[in-house]
């Protein structure tokens, strides 16, 4: 997109993408024609839909990721909460490894408001970011126009824990100086933030989106 061209433009060099995540590194790589080559020998992939079915090659789901060589703490079927696509087409670079597809990463994280606008769950995360006193936290979109927040207190800059009132209070006003006036938002402290099975800690919970979003079924620069 714009930031990609905008630092080959500023260094005037190629940029190739690597898709991961903290807990299992690197899963896919870009090749000079465009494609995303999956690390098989490190990863297993699979793309699962809501009832944790393997979807057909080319269709969209989560991406859900077993590794092979991490002795340490083996990570069997990890739900990314990333969705994309496999597909069964070769490169035309050459290379045999799988390809994944299309990466809509987190667009299901998106919040659609009452008035049919979306914001991004990062201007909500990055609000509250900036909040002393505030440990963890989970962003729950109950309907259009309610979000529920819970939040775990930490400690304050000062050396003690946060006040549990006066968390609410900035939580509350962070995420309404983000949304528009008639989204409402309650607020509630916690001990822990619960997680499912073999599933990270998701921030933003959103509800389903009225308008799909768009799959493409080939990535660029491949041939059949």
Known sequence: GCTRQAIIGAYGGVLFDVYGTSETKEIAWECAAGSRHINADVVHVEILDERGAMVPAGAEGEIVVTLLVNRAMPLVRYRTG???SLLSIRCSCGRGAPLLGVLS????DTLELPD?????PYLLTMALER???LAKYQIVQAERDLLRVRAVAGVTREGERAHAPALERA???ALRDELPGNVRVEVSIVERLERGAREKVRVVHPLPRTSGVPVELAAPGVSR
């Open 105 to 108: 990463g987190r667009e299901a």
């Open 82 to 84: 990333d969705r994309g």
């Open 116 to 120: 049919g606008t979306t914001r991004s």
């Open 131 to 133: 909040i002393p006193g």
């Open 171 to 173: 939580i509350a006003d």
